[in-house]
């Protein structure tokens, strides 16, 4: 818990750069812009937006955020220092860097040796050069200055005297924040902590004239104003990667140590294994070590701010994702479950609620009674465990996963169950029968399904048939067309994931087979399960209990409507 007394922590999101670097992940501009708001809204004060330009995209989405800016954040511009044996004042990418018209520039430079001279092919004495330049230059057109020390770690290991002097030259030459980073990913927890440490003192020491930085004899510290007026000497800043699985480790290590900035990406998104998660650093920084970072309000909003993120660059979110997992607080054990029930503490340590998260009771066949009724509670059905419904629920339940339904990925179709149980499942509609008919054209990459399918809805009987790109889809079409004048919402009902898994593969393609399909309104998600040895059929069980469950959805919110009025 945070306190007005808290030290204060930067928080510094990369996502929009570094996050863009995974694999697979692809954005428009449209995209950028929607993350930099709802980052924004989270109360991050640095969002970097890309490096203006190295691609036309970057350039105009800065141009987009000068008509229309951020609400708090500061946007930076990121970028390398100049090339060997040049001028920052002559350098292009620097002019698009002054264009991108941000009042803040990260600026990234070597700091192990190695690179300067086989990366960069130039002397350890001009890339000294190359950082005054450029950040002089810089500090010279009105822009305050944020100094990533790239491949820090690894550099100060192999020479810690030069690693020293390219701080030395950011200092000098006006940077604000010092960002040390473990561009490898190979550093462990004891020695970030260490290496920071040292940097924190030496860098002190030096500019308070105390200390000569273990380098010999230095300049008169007034030579070199410190443009942060709020700070007596540059600032600390951390940014780990996380090919060692130690990427938020790291991080924490340096804030212990003394680092003041937190650099990282939303859901860890990063090149090779990712960068540091803000999404863990942030509950673990605020809500454990007492830093101040973002409101409580704002917290409170991490879980659904993750999920955004993830749904804009159409990747799955990680259900097991520490804080912001969907499974980050769902309990599954009998004796958990119980546990839980009478005091959270037991097996939760933070309240859910904190991160915007929920507790999720998980039902599977290793259930016991108590996960059946508090599952039944979230759900708003009060169950007796006296009487005989829950115990047949519970068996059921069981049964049923013995023939290869799984609900604890599918709490709507176990709703369904509940509600079959007790005897009030409504009858919304009764499926009478389909067929499905494929034509698979040779020469053709794909192929065209025709579905029928005939429902009845009060007593009346429709026919309906639909066409789909397969037999799914055209399942499903057909579906809504025979339901839509009856039940208009279902326009609103979309089938936004559908999975398929062979459960007995010895079996070839006599195999059982399990379906999910994930169905939406716009507002919420529920996932519904089928199970058969023809695929065609579980997907028809699972469409079916996806638009039965989201008539359910629709009619319960109807009532509390009416009730409220």
Known sequence: MTTNSSPQLWLYDTTLRDGTQREGLSVSIEDKLRIARRL????????????PGANPKDVQFFWQLQEDPLKQAEIVAFCSTRRPNSTAATEPMLQDILAAGTRWVTIFGKSWDLHVTTG??????????????????????????IYDAEHWFDGYKHNRDYALQTLEAAIASGAEWLVLCD??????PHEISQIVQDVVKVTGDWVSGTGDWGLGTRKDSSQFPIPNAQSPMPQIGIHTHNDSEMAVANAIAAVMAGAKMVQGTING???????????????????????SCITEDQLTQLTEASRFVSEVVNL??????????RSAFAHKGGIHVSAVERNPLTYEHIQPEQVGNRRRIVISEQSGLSNVLAKARSFGIELDQQKAEAREILQRLKDLESEGFQFE?????????MHEALGGRQKFFEVKGFQVHCDLIEGKETSNALATVKVAVDGKNILEAAEGNGPVAALD?????????????????????????ILNGHTGTAAKTRVLVESGNGRQRWTTVGVSTNILAASYQAVVEGLEYGLLLHSQAEAALKASS
């Not at 090149?271 to 830093?291: M, T, V, W």
């Not at 709490?411 to 169950?417: H, I, M, P, R, T």
């Not at 079409?477 to 898994?501: E, G, H, S």
Request: aromatic share 10%; net charge neutral; glycine share 10%.
């Open 40 to 51: 924004d809204q989270l109360g991050i004060p640095f969002i970097e937006g890309g490096w």
């Open 120 to 145: 960069l092919k130039t002397t350890l004495e001009e890339n000294l050069a190359m950082i005054r330049d450029t950040i002089e230059y810089l500090r010279s057109q009105g822009r305050r200055i």
């Open 183 to 188: 561009t490898n990913g190979g550093t462990l």
């Open 269 to 291: 998104y990063g090149e090779r294994c990712g960068n540091a998660n803000l999404c863990s650093l942030i509950p673990n920084l605020q809500l454990k070590a007492g830093y």
């Open 316 to 325: 799955a979110p990680d259900e097991h994702a520490p804080f912001v997992g």
């Open 409 to 417: 990925a599918a709490e709507a179709s176990f709703v369904l169950l």
């Open 477 to 501: 079409a057909a579906l809504r067309k025979a339901l839509v004048n009856f039940y208009p919402q279902i326009a609103t009902f979309d089938l936004t994931d559908y999975k398929v898994r």
